[in-house]
Antibody
């Protein structure tokens, strides 16, 4: 069955960096666009970024543009999110998810918590 | 940027029908998806492309979309349906979520 397992979250100081990983299984990663979606404590869902199946196209929310970079390694069945210049407002649970376009997002990982605090 | 508006909360009596709306400019021209998120859990897709149910989602869940409003309808509401519900569309090459609606089953 489809599984998405995130890792790499933790506590980081403002201005610091963190790299999140998502291990995918149960499907062919290269066949799907993938997204990162976050949820701040007690808040709603916020889309962060997506990447096309071939990695030829990426897009970012304005709130993270220029600071975050999404990438994937289809051979390793993995998705990544490099987060630089982190701010307190980036504190959230980050979910890896399958899908990104008008077809919907059909599978979600449980998420990894990123806390940005001094 | 495109905005989706949902009521903060909706209440429904056990066994009755709940309707959660999602408003947006000419949303009827877009594909709308709905997600259920129970406390402490990851979101689950319950309706995709306005009216379609993924495998494993009960027939009690249905969706519609027309004009400026999309609606998620939950028939014969159960205690287990108590959760946050989010609508989502694809607009200008971006994923857009509504603010979410907390459904309370009384």
């Amino acid at each position: 069955q489809v599984q998405l397992v995130e890792s790499g979250g933790g506590l980081v100081k403002p201005g610091g960096s963190l790299r999140l990983s998502c291990a995918a299984s149960g499907f062919t990663l290269s066949d799907h666009c993938m997204s990162w979606i976050r949820q701040a404590p007690g808040k709603g869902l916020e889309w962060v970024s997506y990447i096309s199946g071939s990695s030829s196209y990426t897009n970012y929310a304005d709130s993270v543009k220029g600071r975050f970079t999404i990438s994937r390694d289809n051979a390793k069945n993995s998705l990544y999110l490099q987060m630089n210049s982190l701010r307190a407002e980036d504190t959230a649970v980050y979910h890896c998810a399958r899908g990104c376009d008008s077809t919907g997002i059909d599978y979600w990982g449980q998420g990894t918590l990123v806390t940005v605090s001094s | 940027s495109y905005e989706l508006t949902q009521p903060l909360s909706v209440s429904v009596a056990l066994g009755q029908t709940a309707r959660i709306t999602c408003g947006g400019d000419n949303i009827g021209s877009k594909n709308v998806h709905w997600y259920q998120q129970r406390p402490g859990q990851a979101p689950v897709l319950v309706i995709y492309r306005d009216t379609n149910r993924p495998s494993g989602i009960p027939e009690r869940f249905s969706g519609s979309n027309s004009g400026n409003t999309a609606t998620l309808t939950i028939s014969r509401a159960q205690a287990g349906d108590e959760a946050d519900y989010y609508c989502q569309v694809w607009d200008s090459s971006s994923v857009v979520f509504g603010g979410g609606t907390k459904l309370t089953v009384l």
